[in-house]
């Protein structure tokens, strides 16, 4: 969601009217909650926060079980979400700055980056500070109160914010050097901001009981 609402801001859109979580994505939001109230309440908050825009109370996460129920392509319903949020009619030109490439490489880097330019200490430091901006945000006393509220009284402890700047770092270390030769001289066609998640989840969740 912080992703997310980073891309409609970049691209000054509303907030889609659906969403949808789908494949391995939709595995691990029930980790979080089977719950569909809960998962639609922090989607809202989240998207509120971090896009500073209100959702529009129309609102509705469709989950592949509620797809299939209707005959719906889940995999289009996101796509056709934002397409409804730029407010277009059904016969529509796309206009051309919405197609225009989203340069956003975790720290809205302008211009081309080769995969190769990934490992400069240039480009890690900068997307290392962007991804801080995220970690901090998980600090904000809303999302801190629900998750205190919805999830069995669970804290955001200091220990776990600490850690995961640690191992955000050496994610990304990981990540820029294991790119196979073959990418290397390729541009960058994706964001960045996964890369210091990559293997800090795994770390994370190996020493899980120490955070609560």
Same mark, same amino acid.
């Given at each position: #969601? /912080?992703?997310?609402?980073?891309?409609?801001?970049? #691209?000054?859109?509303?907030?889609? @009217?659906?969403?949808?979580?789908?494949? #391995?994505?939709?595995? /691990?939001?029930?980790?979080?909650?089977?719950?569909?109230?809960?998962?639609?309440?922090?989607?809202?908050?989240? @998207?509120? *926060?971090?896009?500073?825009?209100?959702?529009?109370?129309?609102?509705?996460?469709?989950?592949?079980?509620?797809?299939?129920?209707?005959?719906?392509?889940?995999?289009?319903?996101?796509?056709?979400?934002?397409?409804?949020?730029?407010?277009?009619?059904? %016969?529509?030109?796309? !206009?051309?700055?919405?197609?225009?490439?989203?340069?956003?490489?975790?720290?809205?880097?302008?211009?081309?980056?080769?995969?190769?330019?990934?490992?400069?200490?240039?480009?890690?430091?900068?997307?290392?500070?962007?991804?801080?901006?995220?970690?901090?945000?998980?600090?904000?006393?809303?999302?801190?109160?629900?998750?205190?509220?919805?999830?069995?009284?669970?804290?955001?402890?200091?220990?776990?914010?600490?850690?995961?700047?640690?191992?955000? *770092?050496?994610?990304?270390?990981? #990540?820029?050097?294991?790119? !196979?030769?073959? /990418?290397?001289?390729?541009?960058?066609?994706?964001? @960045?901001?996964?890369? !210091?998640? *990559? %293997?800090?989840?795994?770390?994370?969740?190996?020493?899980?009981?120490? /955070?609560?």
């Amino acid at each position: #969601m /912080y992703n997310v609402s980073r891309l409609i801001k970049k #691209m000054n859109i509303d907030i889609p @009217l659906n969403l949808s979580f789908t494949g #391995m994505g939709s595995k /691990y939001i029930n980790l979080i909650s089977t719950n569909p109230k809960t998962i639609k309440s922090l989607t809202v908050l989240l @998207l509120e *926060k971090y896009t500073g825009k209100k959702v529009d109370p129309a609102f509705a996460i469709i989950s592949a079980r509620d797809a299939q129920n209707e005959n719906v392509d889940v995999k289009e319903i996101t796509a056709k979400g934002v397409l409804e949020g730029l407010s277009l009619n059904q %016969n529509f030109q796309i !206009p051309a700055d919405i197609l225009s490439p989203i340069i956003d490489y975790g720290f809205d880097r302008e211009g081309e980056l080769t995969y190769a330019g990934v490992a400069t200490d240039e480009v890690r430091e900068a997307a290392l500070q962007s991804f801080d901006k995220f970690i901090d945000s998980l600090q904000d006393p809303d999302f801190s109160n629900f998750i205190f509220t919805n999830f069995k009284k669970l804290t955001i402890s200091k220990d776990l914010i600490a850690d995961l700047r640690k191992f955000a *770092k050496q994610s990304f270390v990981t #990540m820029s050097a294991n790119i !196979p030769a073959q /990418y290397r001289d390729l541009n960058v066609a994706e964001t @960045l901001f996964f890369w !210091p998640l *990559k %293997n800090s989840l795994v770390e994370l969740s190996k020493n899980y009981a120490k /955070y609560n």
